[in-house]
């Protein structure tokens, strides 16, 4: 199935008593700008001042005004939002939303709902579009911890649901039910009583399911889907990390073809479809030692363009992973190219900045925005050396994190970063090892806690201001684009009008907040009522 023009697709509504996704569809109900003077709400504008106002006019795609009693020109669209809140398009500034738009199946992100119950409903509100004997597939944008029982549903539970399922979570592991199992059964691929799958056999069933459901159409309706439902959740930008790479087919939840993997991605954007902005980077994993070196990084510098694109679609920098080492350093900052790797600990950490130390002697690193991302160990020496060569740190990534009987505060630091002139963006690093949803992490990062409740921030957690400012204002240096992030005149006209009051609402509510509407450019690209 591929999508029709936006007037032909179906809008997607929020159902039942928790508020659950229903992701039978979603209407796109703009293709071109519209001019919108908004009204009677609470809009943090996240500007230098963090202005509350209640107006905001939008036209030819860029805010022109914020404040009150504006003036619009006639013609202009008039929205009353009736007090709701409304922040500026949520950025993510690095995860892996090009891998959730690349599953097999019907896949169904299930990053919303917080009880068994809740998720066989949703599934079975999809399963009315999937044809008999198609896979309803999650994998990756789903976890034990998020639900109430701690655990994914059973073979048993998931049999509710009529059609076959396959669920491959971030963290809990992989289930199906029984029409899954006897598809698995008749490919010698073991499943488990209670629908489980594990070891060997995980490989080789996420193998076969793309061997069989995976084609140009089915990745492009994948693609618009993982878009359209992150819509919902207010983001409007996202900055794509990359994939482990694999040449053929492969049964690793974080491979995909590089080289190929964004296919989908752009084929809506030549129908002009795109539901959320896409910034690209690049992932190498060249070993220090390869002969000759440097064997796909080098070919990646000569052969492609960084922030080359359009308002939609634009490449970034090599990352999250830089490959090659030093040398791989070198040559990135050699082409002037934007370079991230990752770091899980202090020893990690300390080793990155030291070799980007070394090269920074030799090309100044300053104006080309490099980034080390997590950093879940890292104290203020390591901010001021960082901040010496002019580099940014993303933080984030931790809903899903447990304590150990030997460190009880996972980092990162955020409280220390508050306050260090160092720059700082959020960032999920989710799609495939954790959670996309920004309002999951950042109920961590200003709870201090878990999904499960569980510390692990120490005296670290930040104000739900400070964490949704990080989210947007912030997230402009990340994007080498200023005008994104905030809600002033002549910057592009993205926002997320909110379900409820995100700066007030208790820990619990904060957690379900999702969008009413969405804008991005002044494009409507998602709609539940209130226009």
């Not at 998931?158 to 491959?168: G, H, K, S, T």
């Not at 080492?325 to 990155?352: S, Y």
């Not at 260090?420 to 959670?435: C, R, V």
Request: with cysteine; proline share 5%.
């Amino acid at each position: 199935m591929t999508h029709p023009k936006p007037a032909g697709l179906r809008r997607r509504q929020f159902i039942g008593g928790a508020g659950l996704l229903a992701l039978g569809g979603s209407r796109l109900l703009a293709q071109t700008t519209a001019d919108l003077l908004l009204v009677n709400g609470k809009i943090h504008t996240m500007d230098a001042a963090n202005r509350v106002v209640p107006q905001a006019l939008l036209q030819n795609g860029r805010f022109t005004a914020a404040g009150n009693n504006l003036r619009a020109p006639g013609g202009t669209r008039r929205i009353d939002l009736k007090g709701r809140t409304v922040l500026p398009g949520l950025i993510d500034a690095h995860n892996h939303i090009v891998l959730v738009g690349n599953r097999p199946g019907w896949h169904t992100p299930m990053e919303h709902v917080f009880t068994i119950p809740d998720a066989i409903a949703a599934y079975q509100a999809r399963s009315k579009d999937v044809p008999a004997g198609e896979f309803i597939s999650t994998i990756g944008p789903i976890s034990a911890m998020q639900f109430a029982e701690r655990r994914l549903p059973t073979l048993t539970e998931l049999d509710a649901v009529n059609r076959p399922v396959y669920i491959q979570a971030a963290q809990g592991g992989a289930r199906t039910n029984t029409a899954g199992k006897t598809w698995f059964a008749a490919r010698n691929i073991t499943v488990g009583a209670d629908g489980a799958i594990a070891g060997p056999a995980l490989t080789a069933a996420l193998l076969a399911l793309r061997k069989e459901f995976l084609t140009p159409a089915t990745r492009k309706r994948s693609a618009m889907d993982a878009l359209q439902y992150y819509a919902k959740l207010g983001i409007t930008t996202h900055r794509d990390c990359g994939a482990f790479h694999a040449e053929e087919l492969s049964g690793g939840l974080a491979n995909e073809n590089t080289y190929t993997m964004h296919d989908p991605f752009l084929a809506l954007q030549h129908d002009g479809t795109l539901p959320a902005r896409m910034r690209l980077d690049y992932l190498h994993q060249d070993s220090p030692t390869a002969n000759p070196s440097l064997p796909t990084l080098a070919q990646r510098l000569r052969n492609a363009f960084p922030f080359f694109g359009d308002e939609w679609v634009k490449t970034g920098g090599i990352g999250e992973f830089t490959g090659g080492g030093v040398e791989g350093l070198r040559a990135i900052a050699k082409a002037g190219w934007r370079g991230e790797d990752h770091a899980l600990n202090l020893n990690g950490v300390t080793q990155l900045i030291k070799d980007r130390e070394t090269v920074n002697a030799e090309i100044p690193l300053k104006d080309l925005r490099w980034i080390i991302s997590h950093i879940p160990d890292f104290p203020v020496d390591l901010a001021n050396r960082m901040d010496a060569m002019g580099m940014g740190v993303l933080v984030g990534w931790g809903p899903l994190r447990a304590p150990t009987p030997a460190n009880s505060s996972l980092g990162p630091p955020y409280r220390m970063l508050m306050g260090h002139k160092i720059k700082k963006g959020y960032h999920s690093d989710g799609g495939d090892i954790t959670l996309i949803n920004p309002w999951l992490n950042f109920s961590t990062m200003y709870t201090g806690k878990n999904l499960a409740g569980q510390a692990i921030l120490g005296d670290q957690a930040l104000t739900r201001q400070e964490t949704l400012w990080l989210a947007t204002a912030a997230n402009k240096w990340f994007l080498r684009e200023d005008d994104l992030g905030s809600i002033e005149t002549g910057n592009r006209a993205d926002l997320t009008v909110l379900d409820r009051d995100c700066f007030t609402v208790s820990d619990e509510d904060f957690k379900r907040t999702r969008s009413l509407l969405t804008v991005v450019s002044g494009r409507i690209v998602h709609n539940d009522g209130v226009v």
